[in-house]
């Protein structure tokens, strides 16, 4: 773990080494992807079923087991515990309300000349989502990617999960059941992404994938982008906690490891403007450790990539904060929305010393799929907008084509498109 000072001298340089840390490329990662891309594309079910004894140790009769019956996912709904499943159906029903805020609808604009203009906004047809389910199994994944594209009207969603050894949380299959998937199939890494982006006889290809995955499947991701649409890019989970003070040590010593247990290279930043409470968060961070079922994923989380900084005041916390972009950004301050407006760059913020950020990550409603590595300066969370396509619509009217046609004609000239401009001028009266 890295102590920083802003008032140091080389603070500058430990900064930007810090926040600008990135993966670097495995050519050995993208050479097996593009592998195993090929061999799906080329081989189909029979290509699947040998990844999945490969690589899950399960090995399935034919092809039609790869599939998850839509039975299994309710029986699992069905089994969990009363308070489990009310709690996955709040959060659900969370989640679904506030996405719902997200629609937009089709417009259309008619013109002094009458040229009627607009946008037409339509769901995607069918979407995948990938589900992680290695070294843990996220049954929020499935609500938060599912949910927003039910939302949007998208006609059918596929799921892909991993199931080593052939054992799957049953969580993840009830999350299925309430978000109301529609086909569920038991495939997981880069060969998942491969059977989404290019079908195969048991798995339909998809308008667009989305959902985190390890760096097979974000490199598969990258890889098929363009035969298909893609979320993003998921980094290593993230999380800054800028405080004033007023938040119990302990309680902030929680929340920067709720993102170092994910894994070995997830990062958690705090900083404040008040040294003894630094002091504070360092000592309960410590104590946590020695308390975490993770504790050794996040004890090497925490010591590669965690940060205690302290800043001159809260302005130039803000003016850090806005450089790191941080996926999560929590304001555990008395008056947050004093801060707020100067926060230009976050994936989520969460306001004030109640506000932890479990609560965005399980039910509280925004998207807990959220850009990291410092794509927040250009990037925006999952939502509703991700799962719609949008046509522009163009209407001339006959003066209006004749007003537009000259126009177009000599732009046209001047770019040296003479078919271009014979065609606009076509539609000109004055022209023929």
Not at 7 to 28: K, N, V, Y
Not at 169 to 196: D, T
Not at 326 to 354: C, D, K, M, S, Y
């Amino acid at each position: 773990m890295k102590r920083l000072d802003t008032r140091q001298a080389d603070f500058t340089a430990a900064f930007a080494a810090l926040h600008g840390w990135e993966a670097s490329g495995d050519h050995s990662v993208e050479e097996r992807v593009r592998e195993i891309l090929q061999a799906v594309r080329q081989h189909g079910d029979a290509a699947l079923l040998d990844y999945t004894a490969r690589f899950d140790r399960l090995r399935l009769a034919d092809a039609s087991a790869l599939e998850i019956s839509l039975d299994d996912c309710h029986a699992a709904l069905e089994a969990l515990p009363a308070s489990g499943r009310a709690a996955l159906e709040a959060a659900a029903e969370r989640i679904r309300s506030y996405h719902q805020q997200q629609r937009s609808e089709s417009w259309e604009i008619t013109d002094a000349a009458g040229n009627r203009l607009g946008q037409r906004i339509l769901p995607l047809r069918r979407v995948g989502i990938y589900v992680p389910g290695g070294k843990a199994a996220y049954p929020s994944s499935v609500l938060m990617n599912a949910l927003p594209a039910k939302v949007a009207g998208v006609e059918e969603i596929i799921m892909t999960v991993p199931t080593p050894d052939g054992e799957i949380n049953p969580w993840v299959l009830a999350a299925a059941a309430v978000a109301g998937v529609q086909r569920v199939f038991r495939i997981g890494g880069a060969q998942a992404v491969a059977a989404l982006a290019y079908g195969t006889a048991a798995v339909p290809a998809v308008d667009k994938i989305v959902g985190p995955g390890n760096i097979y499947v974000a490199t598969a991701k990258r890889m098929v982008f363009g035969k298909v649409g893609i979320d993003m890019i998921a980094g290593p989970s993230e999380i800054l906690v800028l405080s004033d003070g007023s938040a119990p040590a302990e309680w902030l010593a929680w929340d920067l490891l709720s993102q170092a247990e994910h894994d070995e290279i997830a990062q958690s930043i705090f900083i404040t403007w008040d040294a003894a409470h630094l002091e504070a968060v360092a000592a309960a961070v410590e104590q946590a450790l020695t308390e975490l079922d993770r504790a050794p994923i996040a004890r090497q989380s925490w010591g590669n990539r965690g940060a205690l900084i302290l800043a001159r005041d809260a302005a130039e916390a803000c003016a850090l904060a806005n450089q790191v972009a941080p996926e999560h950004l929590e304001l555990a301050v008395q008056e947050p929305r004093t801060l707020l407006p100067q926060i230009e760059n976050a994936g989520a913020i969460f306001l004030g010393i109640h506000t932890c950020e479990a609560l965005g990550d399980y039910v509280a409603g925004p998207n807990h799929v959220l850009p990291t590595g410092g794509s927040a300066r250009f990037s925006s969370p999952l939502g509703v907008y991700d799962f719609v396509k949008r046509s522009s619509l163009i209407e001339a009217s006959a003066a209006g084509a004749q007003e537009l046609g000259r126009l177009a004609e000599t732009l046209a000239t001047a770019e040296g498109l003479s078919a271009h401009a014979r065609s606009a001028a076509a539609r000109c009266k004055d022209s023929r």
